[in-house]
T-cell receptor
């Protein structure tokens, strides 16, 4: 079993839909990261969370430390949101474990 | 302000050769992280350098090595290349320990192809 599990693996939705991507982890962490990887390979860090909830524009990330679970939500999704979203956890030694990613495709 | 820059963008080598990849972190960032993303696999942690020293490494053989220079730029060396080393190698930097600063900034990656 992977230490960081994401679901779904693939997601296709219509423009405007509310998107949720889930991440569960089984190790102790100091922080959880949500990353966005575009087709060319470049990665952008979206959020770093150690508790609660963060919002940036149409993106919302939440984490439940007790349940070892995080969600990334996208409101009013748009084709430009199409990318791979990666959940990653870091421990106190700065080692990062990545999920396998969720490939999101938003149809116009 | 320039982001994390990596070179070369693409590199083609043959089995048994050596590859050197380079990374310049964001100005002021002291920590550099290297990751491998092989086709069909997720990102895997390779190496972490901070203040010129190797702080941690992932589960990779010793053929994967690197260093960090006084200006905090970093080099990843892969010796005795094998076909399965073909991957996108990503570098990221942060301004300090992740547990303190939290945010990683990624380069665009170097795609290594081993023939």
């Amino acid at each position: 079993k992977n230490e960081v599990e994401q679901s779904p693996q693939n997601l296709t939705a219509q423009e405007g839909e509310f998107i949720t991507i889930n991440c569960s982890y089984s190790v102790g962490i100091s922080a959880l990261h949500w990353l966005q990887q575009h087709p060319g390979g470049g990665i952008v860090s979206l959020f770093m969370l150690s508790s609660g909830k963060k919002k940036h524009g149409r993106l919302i990330a939440t984490i439940n430390i007790q349940e070892k679970h995080s969600s990334l939500h996208i409101t009013a999704s748009h084709p430009r949101d199409s990318a791979v979203y990666i959940c990653a956890v870091s421990n106190r030694d700065d080692k990062i474990i990545f999920g396998k990613g969720t490939r999101l495709h938003i149809l116009p | 302000e320039a982001g994390v820059t990596q070179s070369p963008t693409h590199l083609i080598k043959t089995r048994g050769q050596q590859a050197t990849l380079r990374c310049s972190p964001i100005s002021g960032h002291t920590s550099v992280y290297w990751y491998q993303q092989a086709l069909g696999l997720g990102l895997q942690f390779l190496l972490w350098y901070d203040e010129g020293e190797e702080r941690n490494r992932g589960n990779f053989p010793p053929r994967f090595s690197g260093r960090q220079f006084p200006n905090y730029s970093s080099e990843l060396n892969v010796n005795a290349l094998e076909l399965e080393d073909s991957a996108l190698y990503l570098c990221a930097s942060s301004s300090g320990r992740l547990r303190n600063t939290g945010e990683l900034f990624f380069g665009e990656g170097s795609r290594l192809t081993v023939l």
